[in-house]
């Protein structure tokens, strides 16, 4: 059965869709079966991996209120060993669709079985919110990973979404886990970015990856190409190489290191 991983922050603009897309692009990458599920209205994994379609019945929103199986909602992302079930601005009305439904917590864990048996990796990239489709990503998942600004301001939310894991772990699945904190745009210059790891640690010890991301203008640019950071020829860059070495502490983490070959 493969590892859900959901990628949380109720906080936006942390990080959260680009650690998603780079993961799930650098686990393909490496010969793993991978799904990516964005449950954003935004819809930006969809747009990040250069899919510019409407996929209005195929869609994770077409799959949470029964308009289509969610086999029929997965769609290629035109690159091997990784597919997506795509988002779209429809999502936000299942907050309201779905409210009235019994044990809507279970939706996605219910219809996640049907496809689990074909992938190695499931990543949730969601949204910087708390409803019904967020709360379901979250029961689904085995794991949460939490990316975290390396700003004072990045710890706005964290709590949140602790205490968040906390009653869904008391009410709802017991066995969910945080992953792992992520410290994203690491500045280098920054003396708060180290301070903010150090405090980190000592807050949360093991919990923090080793690894932690740097403020990368390649991340950037990637949005206009379309290109992930993680796919793209320039293997000198800082952000490219930091979400190789994520992946090998979650291969590694996981003892999968030397399973597969790409
Ligand atoms: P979220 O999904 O949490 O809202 P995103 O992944 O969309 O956050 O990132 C927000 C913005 O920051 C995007 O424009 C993205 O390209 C940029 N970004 C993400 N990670 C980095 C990084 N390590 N360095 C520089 N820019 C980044
Ligand atoms: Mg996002």
New binding site residues.
Partial sequence: MPKVIAVS?QK????????SVNLSVGLAMRGYKVLLIDTDYQA?CTVALGINMEYDNRSIYAALVDLAPIQDCIISSGRKNLDLIPSTQHLVGAEIELVTVTNREFILTEKLEVIKPLYDFIIIDCP?SLGIVPVNSLVAADSVLI?LQCEYFGLEGLEMLLDTIKIIQKRLKPELYVEGILM??YDEESDLSRKMIALMRSNFGDDVFDTF?????D??D??ASQIPVIASKKSNSP?LQAYHRLILELLEKYNLKKRKVS
């Fill in positions: 922050n936006g603009g942390v990080g959260k869709t680009t650690t930006s910087p990316p994203t745009m991301i740097p403020r990368d203008s991340f950037i990637s949005t952000g």
